[in-house]
């Protein structure tokens, strides 16, 4: 396995680790904080790994679609504001935690992001 690969497989593998943070996450009095650092390094891991993906000029199938779903994501989807907004008005409401929680995990799944970075972490 190549370098390039080992350094995507351990970007896949820690997206992976903040999907599945949040899916386990109780919707209890500080799990808007957690939420708010698992999003933003998800955010972060992933428009790395885009511009990864891109500038290796790698147009393998398995790449080109989870380049694809990647900007998707980072195009469709920011919930930092509606996190900030829940901080200060509805920090402790676990409805309100388990609602963001889910749309968040939803946004995730879509374009079947989460489900190809677990298709090529197995490959590798």
């Not at 708010?36 to 972060?44: A, L, Q, R, T, V």
């Not at 900007?71 to 609602?99: A, G, M, V, W």
């Not at 968040?104 to 590798?124: G, H, R, V």
């Amino acid at each position: 396995m190549s370098d390039f690969d080992n350094y995507l497989k351990g970007l896949l593998k820690q997206i992976l680790d903040s999907y599945q943070i949040l899916d386990d996450l109780k919707d209890r009095s500080g799990a808007l904080e957690i939420i708010k650092k698992e999003i933003s390094k998800i955010n972060g891991l992933i428009t790395v790994l885009v511009n990864k993906l891109e500038s290796s000029k790698n147009y393998s199938d398995d790449f080109v679609i989870l380049t694809s779903s990647g900007k998707y994501y980072l195009e469709n989807y920011y919930f930092l504001d509606e996190i900030e907004t829940l901080s200060k008005l509805y920090s402790d409401d676990s409805n309100r935690l388990k609602n963001l929680r889910f749309t968040i995990l939803k946004a995730l799944q879509e374009k079947k992001l989460i489900q190809k970075i677990e298709t090529i972490i197995k490959k590798f």
